[in-house]
């Protein structure tokens, strides 16, 4: 399914941004009062009502608790209460989603722009709207109006393009993910094929190695009522997106609307959260979802055609205008898109032209993203999941009912399995293709191990439930995409051991301090050491830092001199071996643990030391002097300052297995590390008569540095301190900051 990574909006079909706000007569826009109460249009009179029939309840943290009359009332209510804590993300979201983002970034984003309108256009989207059922056009009507009436009442609110949101826009954005099917598609091989024009026999070189960066993911765990203290089932919500990525909301309304958790930016559901009966947990990595086709393109009767079966089929050709910013204004850049009966072409492999295939269902996954949340066993939850267009995620259940289940993956096209689909495959051999979607039951799926507990950490679900998980042999191999990983191994040893949870100890699990992927490199390590010849220079010059690493228990720490030098140690052989574990086709951890010739080993630590002394004066360095968290500003793009007040923070990068993630992904201009993707809202669940649940979100919940939720949950979180949930009224009401109308 095509997702989003951080942004949306479609060409020109949203109003594009002028200097006069949204909704204001004339003479207000331009700033002359007027005696003259300007008429209430029909669609104002609509809002205002709408608006009266929800309640914002902000809790002492900010969280926005919205109550609504009925479900569209409550999606008014969300949409309202996001835009007031970060219109910008909401609309940068829509900006994106509709492939507008060159628009207000410039023409360096016309490519990523094609990407987006390759899958989503505004017609479609249209048309896919007046289809929808009754019930869900009110809601995307609500998800429109909560955006307008939020700029209609703050006209000092400058939108960069988008000043009138339409109903149809949020089936362009329909899934919560962060990056995901359609981010797969590389946008340097997408702009060297379309860049210029395509000659059929010209192979496109492959797109440059990458170093690996912190992983995009989650950890998920589910209790069973027999292994925790109270008998009742707990659920251990942990995204690892990049931070600020979603707010922490609570919308209820009287139709039987009640989820609390975290949401994307300008969507109308809860992602990844709980109600009060049941709680859903989304770990990315489920199965191959999204195939290549290599179609064979000749040239005939000055068009393209490509070979099918037989025969031979026309490319479909589609022009695709561009426009950006440039210095001198809006300009345009119009390319034709090619398209085969697979989908869009991509790049060029071989002289062959790559096309790629997957789900394109908007108005299923908007249905079963919406109705997940409202799920209150899993029997309902289970039904919501026979729609299908949870494309890429893996998902781990939990209810009051006691029960607990696992989905590897949701949306699983059936294919030939003769055929190796991690690679692309032949697109003129008919047999290539999806022969429908695989049930639920033909899924890897799980339902009341008899371990009591369940885990997915972006890794294979063959270790999902100890002794009681799936079985390799049993599933064809692209029903799993992931290996197992350093995460995963830590999940089972923490999870294995217990037999009395509670919401603190398993919050405690889920902040384990042990980094497993050190288990066996610091082994190799020091094996490589032991092998030196005592007159090799290394031998006395590492002794030191060996001897240090050698004691290590391999548990992080803010005071823990060894955590600073492994982890700068295992950056260094990460950044040496990429483009080797690429070439081998594994992933760069796995093949620095197991690949890397021994004195590579050592001449990594050799340069980890001389960085460190470089940066800190010395290698001896406590890791919470280098690995922080700091938010200085609302920007999407932050600037890390070491001059600038942070806060020590000792979980680690999920590639060494720290399961409480932390991990930098832009490019380090400081001395110190200051994390920008890992954990970000995290919650733990223990479902019962009574809902009891903690969390705790990176920073705050507003993006105004002006605001006291800016930053307010900041140090609790550099320590993994968490809150208390305030599910009930009564509670919300005893640590009320604000209760209000939309517009008051």
Known sequence: MFRPFLVSTLLGCATVATSLPAGAAPDQRAGVSSAVTPAVTPKQARWNRTAQRVTIMRDKWGIPHVFGKTDADAVFGLLYAQAEDDFNRVELNYVNALGRLAEIEGEAEIWRDLRMKMFITPADMQAKYAASPAWLKKLMVAFADGLNFYLHTHPEVKPRLITHFEPWMALAFSEGSIGGDIESIDLKTLEQFYGKKPAPALALADAPNALDVEPRGSNGFAIAPKLSASGRALLLINPHTSFYFRPEVHVVSDEGLNAYGAVTWGQFFVYQGFNDKAGWMHTSGGGDVIDEYLETVTGKDGKYVYQYGSGQRALREVKVTLPYKSAGGMASKTVTAWFSHHGPVVREEGGKWVAVKLMEEPLKALTQSYMRTKARNYKQFRKTMELRTNSSNNTVYADADGSIAYFHGNFVPKRDTAFDWK?????????????????????????????????????????????????????????????????????????????????????????????????????????????????????????????????????????????????????????????AAKANGVPTVDFIRDSLAPAERLKALVRATARLEADFGTWQTPWGEINRFQRASGDIKQQYDDAKPSFPVAFASANWGSLAAFGMVAPQKTKRIYGDRGNSFVAAVEFGPRVRARSILAGGNSSNPASPHFSDQAEMYSKGQFKDVLFYKADIEKHLERKYHPGQ
């Open 423 to 579: 690679k692309p495959v032949d697109g003129s051999n008919p047999a290539t293709e999806w022969q429908g979607l695989h049930a639920i039951d033909e899924t890897i799926t799980l339902f009341n191990p008899a371990s009591g507990w369940i885990q997915n950490t972006n890794n294979w679900p063959f270790a999902a439930a100890g002794a009681n998980s799936p079985r390799q042999q049993d599933y064809p191999l692209y029903m799993w995409s992931l290996p197992e990983n350093a995460r995963g191994l830590h999940a089972v040893a923490v999870l294995e051991k217990r037999k009395d949870f509670t919401l603190e100890t398993l919050i405690a699990a889920a902040y384990d301090s042990h980094l497993t992927a050190f288990d066996p490199l610091i082994a190799s390590l020091a094996a490589a050491y032991d092998q030196l010849p005592a007159a090799d220079a290394l031998k006395a010059q590492l002794a030191p830092q060996m001897a240090a690493l050698r004691a290590w228990d391999r548990r992080y720490g803010v005071d823990s001199v060894p955590t600073s030098l492994a982890i700068y140690w295992g950056q260094d052989m990460v950044e040496k071996a990429s483009a």
